[in-house]
């Protein structure tokens, strides 16, 4: 195992990532920008190093800036969590070049199912259902055309090199694709630095299911079953669930098997989750393989008792797969709430601001992953997820109904500060959702004019305080593909520095 990891990131999953290494008696430095100083991940960590500004890209994009605070604090090891350089295949070989382990895939493996078109294609050899639509990309629009005339409409135009929710335009009829291809294309380049897109039947009415697998590159891999993440809003999830409800056995048992079976064929390595669409027929079509720990994660920890980041970490270190799929076993329904701070009255536009009031809830199989603290200043300079709270059960039933107990306990104040709490109890109560009859589709059905919210069904009452405030959203800034600056310099190791004044490179401290 290593003697000190290097966590790349910030927020809830750097504490995350530095508390399974604590366990683990690893050392852990939290890399961080100047608006992050005073973070929790920072208070924490064994050794901090602030890296730049408040502006991601001079920071936790900062390639060179992170190698360097590495080299400083004699860390072995990167972990990225996700977001940010967690699936950026350069990053990855950077790290490699410089005698780090990069906690993930290896890198041409992440170059390889980072672009959706490769992927897909990669898949279809190792057997995977795809939607209809094509393998390759769409050099054109003639071809686009072409194949949306063969799968039929509504189709939707994908960047080959997007992710994260970004990248997608959905078209209902042929009059729509030429505006949609030309804009589709310009929004990649500028997003991904790359314009290539291809099309496929869009599945308006299907369930988002996927599925977590452990591999440690030696051949050996693992699945720890599904995740239902079919509350979304612009393909951004906010509620997920494990197991996945309302699927027939022999359907889940298929998903498990052949997401395995394309992990394994690509030589992945580390935690990793192979999406799909379900339609109601229960056919599966592949989506995507996600290189790096998912936001979700905690829901398949709470139903087998597995600490993936843990796991990460020895298969990162060279152990092989402590794991047999024998060893596996689904115990109960867990769920998971994001919170971000959001407002919901307007749009879900960002409601940062400082936390004067800080309660998470408690009780009984009742996890809450955050960063936040009373007197925590919510950055606007990235991405709203505050919390996650997930609960586990028996049962489906008793695990909404613990849920909507627990945010209604989560008491998130301070001015202007707004969360997504109040939506996600909506949704607790919506009658669709209850009975698992839920798609992609729900949570545009909830905020369409008109829309009101079902009936109670026995949920807890929202009251004026809970009505304040709550928070959350998936975290996936822009990749980028930096180069190392070899004149980066940090500052001598020393006391924790004032965060007003950014340094121009990494400023070390130790905790302890």
Known sequence: ?????????????????????????????????????????????????????????RSYLNAAAIVEAARQTGAQAVHPGYGFLSEDADFAEICAENGLVFIGPPPQVMAA??????????????????????????????????????????????????????????????????????????????????????????????????VQVLCDGQGNGVHLGTRDCSVQRRHQKLIEEAPAPALRPATLDTLAEVALRGALSVGFAGAGTVE?????????????????????????????????????????????????????????????????????DRDFAPAPGRLERFRPPGGPFTRVDTHGHVGYLVSPHYDSLLAKVAVWAPDRDAALGRLDRALAEFEVAGPGVRTTIPFARRVLRDSAFRAARHTTALVERLLAPGSDAEPNDGAAPLDADHEAGRLDADPHPEPVHPVPDPRAEAAPAGRTPAPAAPAAGPTTWRNR
């Open 1 to 57: 195992m290593f003697d000190k990891v290097l966590i790349a990131n910030r927020g809830e999953i750097a504490l995350r990532v530095l508390r399974a290494c604590r366990e683990l008696g690893v050392r852990t430095v939290v890399v961080h920008s100047s608006a992050d100083a005073d973070s929790l991940p920072v208070r924490l960590a064994d050794e901090a190093v602030r890296i730049g500004p408040a502006a991601s890209r």
């Open 276 to 344: 799909f669409l379900v339609d109601d027929a229960e056919r599966a079509h592949f989506l995507e393989i996600n290189c790096r720990i998912q936001v979700e994660h905690p829901v398949t920890e709470m139903v087998t008792g597995v600490d993936l980041v843990q796991e990460q970490l020895h298969v990162a270190a060279g152990v092989p797969l402590r794991l047999r799929q024998s060893d596996v076993r689904l115990h109960g329904v867990a769920i998971e709430c994001r919170v971000n701070v959001e407002d919901p």
């Open 113 to 210: 199912l980072a672009d959706k078109s490769t992927a897909r294609a990669l898949m279809s050899r190792a057997g995977l259902p795809l939607p209809p639509g094509s393998v390759r990309t769409s050099p054109t629009v003639a071809k686009a055309q072409e194949v949306a005339a063969e799968v039929g409409y509504p189709v939707i135009v994908k960047a080959a090199a997007g992710g994260g929710g970004r990248g997608m335009t959905v078209v209902r009829c042929a009059a729509e694709l030429p505006r949609a291809y030309a804009r589709t294309r310009a929004a990649a380049q500028v997003a991904f630095g790359d314009d290539r897109v291809y099309v496929e039947r869009y599945l308006a009415d299907a369930r988002h299911v996927e």
